[in-house]
């Protein structure tokens, strides 16, 4: 292995003399402290100039002297994928959090992320003479209620022949599950575990097609205005302040998904421990089970080391697309992608490249590219399929949606759910702006086949005509505003109440109370069926005043109804009220 | 003051205002120094050659100065003889009094391991009904008061600190103007209170680069009173916008691109790494806090700035304070204040009505600036705004008002004998199953 010695230090940027080959992104681990209380720091090259490499520690340098040795590894940042990743809090580089002991993260404490000594029940699905290629399933085991499979290794490549399997029982991860034979009949052992480069994709799939399944949010404002498909891409821009953290929460609570991974990128702490709390209590509203039986978290703070907060969107992302290859469906949440440009923009720095826009490296928006890239719904080599759906947060500095890390993002999601600091302001949340978020999926002609099997062939042509009201809404509240209340038509009013009673009704959600916060699709379609029966309908009204009145009254019923168990008496209840206030002052036609 | 086996280097090779290079040996990262009795940092090693960062500020010094390393980072000596007592940036006393005894531990030290925090749920009553209405505190939350700099914040702070019910405020002072300083000094020695604060405090007199080390000090001092005596600790930050403005001064000085409004490009990582300090432990490690409320001035109410953006998305919301024309008075602002944490205490650990008779409130609040708009406009009020216009003017004065000093169930009471003043229940917009219960 090559070695070298600590030549300079600015922050954690360490310049190393070396005696040997190295590689781009090589890890290496740096000793500090001399000899006595020696600590290792994890580092990672990210630039070779002649006999200098720069590498950067994933940790405080604080104490390193020039001459501490280093050592370098051979191989890039990797995971170890296996069975025992669910219910885990992992930081960037994928050390369980858990184990570490301590009240404080000392550094240079690493672990192994899995549980060696865990017996698995083990079930073979290969059979001797079979013909396997990297990603095919030799087996499963049964992870929190989810068949984890166990594949041959994404880094093996060629065709192998099954020469032994284990049979069903008990084992434990670093058992021989079965031993391929290759081409040229040399014996390959596999266990149940096995590494991979985190900024390498996984590619062991045989088709990406556009995504066309919805992934049900139990969001309104998502699932009916704007809907996300399973193996789509959405992002999530908004100030501080507009909920961009609650309505992730609310996502990752809710979704669809039978394996969801949020990645906590250089956020707030007390974020992650609210997770850590309520994930364990919470139960999945699809399964009944506890929320955290499915979920795995990569926590890496903003008070944690800048240099792995990069790592940890990539850690994250690989673990996801290991799910995906066994077929299941993988959310995948980072908050926020903005921190982890911001490491990135640290780093350059450091290395005094030529910034670009705001002092970030130039390649910005490639980088952010070819991470969204690694999303996808795919069809597998054994004709099944999984998902890997990525929404990310992005915090733009000053709320300004023109700096590069959102304009890096938008042209590659392709869901934009604009944050609004004017409806935050007025507590309309979820605070996203219906006019000016889009999905993409919603324009894809196999997107609408798919939801007119699953609702009906009439739910897109509503939502646009809800969309169409509510640019209505917007553009006559312009006009009051310069012409006042009685300088425009009384159904100017009307139609304007219309698009407030959308708002209030179907885009605005109580993300706190316990029934509104999840709407099943069948509900979203009543609700949705509901006020556009009110918005369709023409009323008698004498003036403005008796307009606002009406319609707030309208509002309130329901939002009782959105408050109440759905179908349940109570339910009925304000929907027979409501039926009668709509017929004191609708006009039938 | 060297002692034997240290080495003093004589031959400084270079100097910048804030910093000086040597060649030196065996020098460790972050390492102190003494440049002539001046202390310094090591900020950038390259072969044998050392920079430092000098706090005072390089005036005066020459290229033959006396350079001695000290083999350590910065650090503080802690124990209970920290109550009561005022320091400067370096932890050196400056009230007169004796040196502290105790354990020296390193400032600035390690981040607290997520998996060992607890989250926030006790709740912090200041009496003021902006607050503690429309954004509560809990104990291990980070928050500043972003405010222009003629607002009363340090008296606002002030007055939450010695309301609070908290074992010990550790008051850090980053440019602190001397008045500012002495009118700190006098409210905690008036209030009889001086033993359970401990004061870091650079003030203008001083020179601006050794603000850096005041929220490590502050923080090392509140982890641990937090951390081994298992107390709730407070920490005050006044004011960060002067630290960063300190860390954009040494960033300049060692020819670092700067990123937004010529702030480092680590301005994010900085701060979280301050205000990350604010944490709850479970009673399994004793149970303390560590909440830090924090002062962030801004340049003519523009949060777009770098330092109160970063510190927007990173600390648990934001504080505001308005003059209220309509009332005379200094409001705390309801439309862009913000507790991030309120949700774990507003109807759990105060009244069931609290959260949403808090939303309805601010509702009523923004149609009253609405209609106060149309006002302004020349435009015909309905009876609606009228009303609303009342209820804005009364709710400010009784409730949003910093002279306010009541408890949660009186600020309901107070809010819910509004709404009945004013409107009706479909105005107000609240669930109905508490419209019943408290509607007066």
């Given amino acids: 292995m090559t070695t070298g010695k600590v030549k300079g230090i600015i922050s954690n940027l360490v310049t190393v003399v070396v005696d040997g080959p190295v590689s781009q992104n090589e890890i290496a681990y740096i000793s500090v402290g001399g000899a006595k209380e020696s600590t290792k720091l994890m580092a990672e090259v990210i630039k070779v100039t002649g006999e200098n490499v720069f590498v950067q520690v994933f940790e405080s340098t604080r104490g390193l002297k020039v001459g501490d040795t280093v050592e370098f590894q051979g191989h890039m940042l990797e995971v170890t994928l296996g069975p025992g990743l669910l219910s885990r809090n992992y930081d960037g580089l994928q050390n369980d959090l858990d184990k570490l002991t301590g009240v404080f993260l000392q550094r240079g404490e690493y672990n192994f992320p899995l549980d060696k000594e865990k017996l698995w029940h083990f079930k073979p699905l290969a059979q001797v003479g079979d013909?396997?290629?990297?990603?095919?399933?030799?087996?499963?085991?049964?992870?929190?209620?989810?068949?984890?499979?166990?594949?041959?290794?994404?880094?093996?490549?060629?065709?192998?022949?099954?020469?032994?399997?284990?049979?069903?029982?008990?084992?434990?991860?670093?058992?021989?599950?079965?031993?391929?034979?290759?081409?040229?009949?040399?014996?390959?052992?596999?266990t149940m575990i096995q590494k991979w480069p985190v900024k390498k994709a996984i590619l062991a799939y045989k088709s990406k097609p556009r995504p066309f399944k919805l992934l049900e949010t139990g969001m309104r404002t998502i699932d009916t205005a704007n809907p996300i498909c399973e193996g789509g891409t959405g992002f999530i821009p908004g100030p501080f302040g507009t909920g961009k953290t609650v309505l992730q929460h609310s996502i990752s609570k809710q979704a669809e998904a039978d394996i969801v991974i949020i990645a906590?990128?250089?956020?707030?702490?007390?974020?992650?421990?609210?997770?850590?709390?309520?994930?364990?209590?919470?139960?999945?509203?699809?399964?009944?089970?506890?929320?955290?039986?499915?979920?795995?978290?990569?926590?890496?703070?903003?008070?944690?080391?800048?240099?792995?907060?990069?790592?940890?969107?990539?850690t994250s992302m690989t673990i996801a697309e290991y799910y995906r290859s066994m077929g299941l469906r993988v959310l995948l949440m980072a908050d926020s992608t903005s921190r982890w440009a911001q490491a990135l923009r640290e780093m350059s720095n450091r290395m005094e490249e030529l910034p670009g826009q705001d002092a970030f490296p130039m390649d910005l928006s490639a980088i952010i590219g070819a991470f969204y890239a690694r999303a996808g719904y795919v069809y597998l080599n054994n004709g099944k399929t999984g998902s890997v759906t990525f929404l990310g947060t992005v915090s733009p500095a000053g709320g300004n949606l023109k700096e590069p890390v959102t304009e890096g993002t938008k042209k590659v999601a392709r869901c934009f759910y604009a944050l609004e600091q004017a409806r935050a302001d007025h507590k309309r949340y979820p605070a996203v702006n219906p006019i000016d978020s889009y999905s993409k999926y919603i324009e894809y002609p196999e997107f609408a086949e798919y939801i007119s099997g699953l609702i009906d062939d009439q739910w897109i042509p509503t939502v646009n005509e809800m969309k169409t009201y509510l640019q209505r809404g917007k553009e006559i509240q312009e006009q009051i505003n310069?012409?006042?209340?009685?300088?425009?038509?009384?159904?100017?009013?009307?139609?304007?109440?219309?698009?407030?009673?959308?708002?209030?009704?179907?885009?605005?959600?109580?993300?706190?109370?316990?029934?509104?916060?999840?709407?099943?699709?069948?509900?979203?379609?009543?609700?949705?069926?509901?006020?556009?029966?009110?918005?369709?309908?023409?009323?008698?009204?004498?003036?403005f005043l008796d307009v606002a009145d009406y319609f707030k009254r309208v509002i309130n019923l329901c939002k009782q109804m959105n408050y109440s168990e759905f179908e349940s008496s109570e339910f009925k209840g304000f929907e027979e009220k409501l039926k009668a206030l709509l017929d004191e002052k609708q006009i039938k036609g | 003051m060297a002692k034997a086996f240290q080495k003093i280097y004589t031959q400084i090779t270079a100097i910048t205002k804030a910093t000086c290079s040597l060649k030196a040996e065996g020098v460790g990262n972050e390492e102190l120094a003494t440049v002539n009795g001046k202390l310094a940092q090591v900020v950038?090693?390259?072969?044998?050659?050392?920079?430092?960062?000098?706090?005072?500020?390089?005036?005066?010094?020459?290229?033959?100065?006396e350079v001695v390393f000290l083999g350590k980072a910065p650090s503080l000596k802690v124990s209970d003889q920290l109550a009561g007592r005022f320091f400067n940036a370096y932890g050196d006393p400056i009230d007169g009094g004796p040196a502290v005894e105790g354990k020296e531990i390193e400032i600035g030290g390690p981040s607290v391991n997520p998996v060992r925090r607890k989250q926030p749920s006790e709740l912090i009553a200041t009496g003021i009904a902006g607050i503690d209405l429309n954004n509560t505190l809990v104990s291990g939350q980070k928050i500043p008061f972003f405010a222009d700099p003629d607002q009363p914040y340090n008296q606002v702070m002030a007055n939450v600190a010695l309301r609070a019910d908290v074992d010990k405020i550790i008051l850090g002072g980053m440019g602190l103007t001397n008045d500012d300083y002495l009118y700190f000094k006098n409210v905690f020695a008036n209030a009889?209170?001086?033993?359970?604060?401990?004061?870091?405090?650079?003030?203008?007199?001083?020179?601006?680069?050794?603000?850096?080390?005041?929220?490590?000090?502050?923080?090392?001092?509140?982890e641990y009173f937090a951390v081994e005596k298992h107390q709730k600790v407070l920490v005050l930050l006044t004011d960060m916008t002067l630290y960063a403005d300190a860390l954009a001064i040494v960033s300049n000085r060692m020819d670092q691109i700067p990123s937004k409004d010529s702030m480092p490009g680590s301005l994010y990582s900085d701060l979280a790494k301050i205000y990350e300090k604010a944490v709850q432990f479970p009673e399994e490690a004793g149970g303390g806090s560590i909440t830090i409320i924090a002062v962030t001035t801004l340049s003519g109410g523009d949060i777009t700035h770098a330092i109160p953006d970063n510190t927007g998305y990173i600390t648990e919301g934001q504080l505001y304070l308005r003059?209220?024309?309509?009332?005379?008075?200094?409001?705390?602002?309801?439309?862009?204040?913000?507790?991030?944490?309120?949700?774990?205490?507003?109807?759990?650990?105060?009244?069931?009505?609290?959260?949403?008779?808090?939303?309805?409130?601010?509702?009523?609040?923004?149609?009253?600036?609405?209609?106060?708009?149309?006002?302004e406009n020349g435009f015909d009020l309905t009876d609606y705004d009228n009303r609303c216009l009342e209820f804005a003017k009364e709710y400010s004065d009784k409730i949003l008002a910093i002279d306010v000093n009541i408890n949660t169930v009186e600020m309901l009471d107070i809010a819910w004998s509004l709404f009945a003043k004013y409107f009706k229940p479909e105005e107000v917009n609240i669930k109905q199953a508490l419209v019943d219960k408290y509607w007066k």
Avoid at chain 1, 149 to 173: C, H, L, N, Q, R
């Fill in chain 1, 482 to 543: 310069i012409l006042g209340d009685d300088g425009v038509p009384v159904d100017y009013h009307e139609n304007f109440w219309k698009s407030e009673v959308i708002d209030f009704v179907i885009l605005q959600q109580d993300a706190f109370d316990k029934v509104d916060s999840v709407t099943p699709l069948a509900r979203q379609r009543y609700m949705l069926n509901i006020v556009m029966g009110i918005c369709r309908s023409d009323y008698n009204f004498d003036n």
């Fill in chain 1, 264 to 314: 906590a990128c250089g956020e707030r702490a007390n974020e992650v421990v609210e997770t850590f709390t309520e994930f364990p209590e919470l139960e999945d509203p699809h399964t009944g089970r506890k929320l955290m039986e499915r979920t795995i978290i990569i926590a890496n703070t903003s008070n944690m080391p800048v240099a792995s907060r990069e790592a940890s969107v990539y």
């Fill in chain 2, 323 to 375: 003059r209220d024309a309509e009332i005379g008075k200094v409001i705390v602002d309801p439309f862009r204040s913000l507790s991030r944490l309120k949700q774990l205490v507003a109807g759990k650990k105060t009244r069931e009505d609290h959260p949403q008779v808090m939303n309805a409130a601010i509702r009523l609040y923004a149609d009253a600036a609405n209609a106060k708009t149309k006002l």
């Fill in chain 1, 131 to 190: 013909r396997v290629e990297a990603a095919a399933w030799l087996g499963e085991v049964d992870e929190n209620h989810q068949p984890h499979k166990i594949m041959v290794p994404f880094a093996m490549e060629g065709a192998y022949t099954v020469k032994s399997i284990a049979k069903e029982g008990e084992y434990k991860i670093e058992d021989v599950m079965a031993v391929l034979t290759d081409a040229d009949g040399i014996d390959h052992q596999v």
């Fill in chain 2, 44 to 65: 950038k090693i390259m072969g044998d050659e050392v920079t430092l960062q000098v706090f005072q500020g390089t005036e005066g010094i020459p290229t033959n100065a």
């Fill in chain 2, 192 to 222: 009889g209170v001086l033993d359970r604060i401990v004061s870091f405090v650079n003030t203008t007199e001083n020179p601006a680069v050794e603000r850096l080390l005041i929220p490590d000090m502050a923080l090392a001092a509140a």
